[in-house]
């Protein structure tokens, strides 16, 4: 075989006849070459998809370089020596394209095709053959399968291969579902339709009473209706005859009206009475009169307050050491007080320098004597200083009688000798001179508004009473005026009133001439009605009303009645339901016959095939076992049990160890590889790693059946342990070779 197939890239590996073994460390290809040499048979499943914990072949095993996966195999088949071929054309079909042709030429196999290709040259299908000589270790459990259970059957059987138990049996369950199912299948369908179709009478039925009761009410309903028309059109001919009456009152009513109205017209304009636009206009003037009378009144009342505070202001004026003067001239009377000449009094002054002079020599003489000295300069420093004492004390004597005199000056004119609070009396006067002057100018202004407002309100009242007196000659003052041209207002609006009611009966006429009756000789003596307009209408308007419920709900009912469909039809579509349901319910019990036909029939082929299968099951165990135990017991699902040497109760293989579990199923799959494979075939055995979970001495023993196993047919045992070659060496009828990522070592 030569693989690009996961992670062999352009590898090959040849085998020899009988028993290979394949030693090769984990994770160098042992089990990329299994699943190709099942490729390169069957073919790569480009359907299949990846799901939770499962890979696809084509996802998993597309080469690792990246390369389109394919590869080669030669081998002998009874059809001769033929070589292999299968490559990738389309990316979706991996290793899609095949070719068999004999080895050394180029002439293809006849019939021998890429689907057909494994199931030709083993005699089995692909299934079969997984499931029998293909033997993983994570895979040495047997699973039921319809392909397994038909080549079963045909071998223990009629040697057909197209009978399968299980397809047999989910056919027939398929059509019992069909039929019945819990609360699905044509029975239960056909049981609600039928339950459907009598729920569809019964309603049918209720509607059809439900409509007589509805059109016996409409009937009953349109014969009160009519009755209430007619006492209805009784009732408009008596209120025809009275607005016939009430007709010519309303004519009589609107001439004396219109009558009254043109007397009342006359007699205003042979009074001359004015319009109403020249009575309101001179009565608002009247209005306005009083509003500028009270303006007047206020502007002299706010003119005599002004006076007062004039005079107020003039007091204060007065009342200053100032008062004459303007406020700049007593600022600066303020300022220049100390300017002023006085009279004072030069006595101290003369005392002080008579007396200061002698007193003068005597100190110089003093001074003399008591220093001893006889300096002239002495003496005239000592006289000059007294000099200028006297002179100091004589002046100093002067001034405070100056400041004497002024304060006196100032005491008598401005009440102060402060000059402080004389500039501030000086300030004092100018604001008040500056309020009076502004109280003068407000006197000024109050007087001017209010000579005005007496101006306007004279020739005001002079004007209303001019024009008054064109239609009122006695009006000579206001109140006459408005007194007149109150009683104007009064008779014009006697004239407004007659002229609406005029108009209003002339309206009410016309109106009543609108909705008089048809012209036509008048109906004496018609009766009054028993009852009101109002009362008939209502009740009309109720009756009409629940005549058209009544007939909606009529319609409606006849409508549903119409959509329940025909109560024939319906009775006639219940019975052939009732007859279809029938027809199933023979079927059903048919198919339930069948069934138990068909499981007494598998349960015979089932002691037929265990017993066979599970005496040469039990026969290779007991060799790969050391004979530990006796016997193997399955059913037709699979299902294990082993019996120990010496113990008759047979053991579960759940109970079982891991490493007798795997003998165990290895024992089976043999078994079943001598009784389902065909023998012309020589079809090969593949154990991948089916071993590791053996010890030495029953791997020594499984190895040893291999090894007679293979006398005719090949086996390829995969290993990652190298005890296996060691078994074998030295016996050249095993062929032994290692693995590695870069050779093969034979």
């Not at 033997?135 to 045909?154: G, K, V």
């Not at 003067?325 to 009279?343: L, M």
């Not at 006067?429 to 000579?451: H, I, T």
């Not at 795997?662 to 009784?675: K, S």
Request: proline share 4%; hydrophobic share 40%.
């Amino acid at each position: 075989m030569t693989a690009t197939f996961g992670k062999l890239q352009g590898r090959s590996l040849e085998l020899g006849d009988g028993l290979n073994i394949i030693e090769a460390p984990n994770e160098t290809g042992k089990s990329t070459w299994c699943a190709f040499l099942l490729s390169i048979l069957y073919g790569v499943n480009s359907r299949e998809r990846d799901r939770a914990g499962f890979i696809a072949d084509k996802n998993r095993f597309a080469p690792w370089s990246g390369a389109a996966m394919s590869g080669r195999m030669d081998c002998g088949t009874e059809l001769g020596e033929l070589t292999l071929t299968r490559a990738t054309r389309r990316q979706t079909s991996p290793m899609g394209e095949f070719s068999a042709v004999y080895a050394g030429t180029n002439e293809p196999v006849p019939g021998l095709t890429g689907a057909a290709c494994g199931e030709t040259l083993l005699g089995i299908s692909r299934e079969v053959f997984e499931r029998s000589a293909f033997i993983r270790q994570n895979n040495l459990p047997i699973s039921q399968d319809a392909e397994l259970e038909r080549r079963i059957a045909a071998l223990i059987s009629s040697g057909e291969e197209g009978t399968s138990y299980t397809e047999a049996a989910d056919a027939l369950k398929k059509q019992l579902n069909r039929r019945r199912h819990n609360r699905t299948g044509q029975l239960p369908a056909l049981e609600t339709e039928l339950a459907e179709l009598d729920r569809q009478l019964s309603e049918s039925n209720s509607l059809a009473r439900q409509l007589v009761q509805a059109r016996s009410e409409v009937e009953a309903l349109s014969r009160r209706a009519e009755i209430l028309q007619a006492e209805l059109t009784d009732c408009n001919r008596w209120e025809a005859a009275q607005r016939r009456q009430a007709l010519s009152g309303a004519a009589s009513a609107a001439e004396q009206a219109e009558v009254r109205a043109a007397q009342v017209q006359e007699r205003l304009q042979q009074d001359q009475i004015p319009e109403n636009e020249t009575i309101a206009r001179l009565r608002g003037a009247i209005v306005n009169l009083e509003t500028t009378r009270r303006a007047v009144d206020k502007a002299r009342s706010e003119r005599d307050e002004a006076m007062k505070a004039l005079l107020r202001a003039e007091a204060a004026v007065n009342e200053s050491p100032f008062a004459g003067q303007s406020p700049e001239s007593a600022r600066r009377e303020a300022a220049g007080t100390e300017n002023e000449p006085v009279k004072w009094n030069p006595v101290p002054g003369v005392l002080t320098f008579l007396i200061g002079v002698p007193l003068c020599f005597v100190v110089t003489y003093a001074v003399l004597f008591l220093t001893g000295s006889h300096s002239k300069l002495l003496a005239l420093l000592t006289m000059l200083a007294g000099f200028s004492c006297v002179c100091a004390l004589a002046l100093f004597l002067k001034k405070r009688a100056f400041q004497a005199g002024w304060a006196e000056l100032r005491l008598k004119r401005f009440g102060t000798a402060d000059l402080d609070a004389i500039r501030q009396l000086a300030e004092d006067y100018a604001k008040l001179c500056e309020a009076r002057d502004a109280a003068q100018a407000s006197v000024n202004a109050k007087s001017a508004a209010a000579d005005t407002l007496y101006s306007s309100l004279s020739s005001n009242e002079q004007g209303i009473l001019l024009e008054v007196r064109r239609f009122a000659p006695d009006a000579f003052d206001i109140p006459t005026a408005d007194q007149l041209l109150r009683a104007c207002a009064v008779r014009r609006k006697e004239l407004a009133e007659a002229e609406t009611a005029a108009r209003e009966a002339r309206m009410r006429y016309e109106l009543q001439v609108q909705q008089a009756p048809a012209p036509g000789t008048p109906e004496a003596d018609v009766p009054a009605p028993v009852r009101s307009r109002e009362a008939i209408s209502t009740e009309l308007d109720r009756v009409r009303a629940a005549l058209a419920e009544a007939r909606s709900s009529a319609d409606r009912l006849d409508g549903q009645l119409h959509a329940a469909g025909d109560p024939a039809v319906l009775r006639a579509s219940a019975e052939d339901l009732a007859a279809r349901k029938e027809r199933l319910e023979t079927e059903y019990s048919a198919l339930r016959l069948a069934m138990e036909a068909l499981e007494g029939a598998n349960t015979a082929l089932q002691n037929r095939f265990s017993p066979a299968l599970g005496r040469r099951a039990a026969e290779i165990f007991s060799q790969l076992t050391n004979s530990r135990y006796a016997g193997v017991v399955l059913d037709r699902s699979f299902r294990l049990s082993a019996e120990p040497v010496g113990d008759p109760v047979f053991r579960d293989a759940a109970l079982l160890s891991a490493g007798a579990l795997d003998q165990l199923y290895l024992a089976v799959r043999l078994a079943i590889c001598e009784l389902v494979l065909p023998p012309e075939k020589q079809v090969p055995i593949v154990l991948d790693d089916a071993l590791a979970n053996f010890d030495d001495s029953r791997c020594a023993a499984a190895l040893q059946f291999l090894k007679e196993a293979a006398g005719n047919r090949q086996i390829l045992l995969f290993t990652c342990h190298s005890r296996e070659g060691e078994f074998f060496a030295g016996d050249r009828e095993v062929f032994v070779q290692r693995l590695t990522d870069a050779a093969v070592e034979v």
